[in-house]
């Protein structure tokens, strides 16, 4: 839903938005391949929670899906009972399962 539009529906950089982006998004089953065989799950959450900058997704302040996985993004949970760092944390770790369990040998 926030990702293949410029990675693509087989996370291999050819979304629909290719054409419009300077850099051409990296195919992300290659991850793990690019280094050494190890997939780098905490780059990786870096690189969707905004602490890794990466131009394409936007600034932090302002990352291309929004909200969705900013640890204190407070209006977004207003009056919600959840524990909102908790509750993001988890959003981001199944998300990045998802290219995790994609990864060639
Ligand atoms: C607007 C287009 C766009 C969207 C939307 C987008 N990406 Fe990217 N992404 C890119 C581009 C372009 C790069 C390569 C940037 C570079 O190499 O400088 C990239 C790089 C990456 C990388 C590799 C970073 C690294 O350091 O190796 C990962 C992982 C990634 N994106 C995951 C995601 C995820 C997960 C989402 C959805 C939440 C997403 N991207 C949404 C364009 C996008």
Redesign the pocket.
């Known amino acids: 839903m926030?990702?293949a539009?410029?990675?693509g529906m087989d996370t291999k950089?050819n979304?629909p938005?290719l054409s419009s982006?300077?850099?051409?998004?990296?195919d992300?089953t290659l991850?793990a391949k690019?280094n050494a065989g190890a997939f780098p799950a905490d780059?990786?959450i870096d690189?969707?929670d905004g602490r890794?900058q990466?131009?394409?997704?936007?600034s932090r302040d302002m990352p291309?899906?929004g909200d969705?996985?900013a640890i204190g993004a407070a209006e977004h949970f207003a009056g919600s009972p959840y524990d909102q760092e908790a509750y993001i944390r988890g959003r981001v770790l199944i998300?990045?399962d998802y290219?995790r369990r994609i990864q060639q040998k």
């Open positions: 926030h990702c539009i410029c990675h950089g979304g938005y982006l300077k850099v051409t998004p990296p992300l991850i690019d780059h990786i690189v969707i890794a990466v131009t394409s997704h936007g291309i899906w969705r996985y998300l990045v290219p």
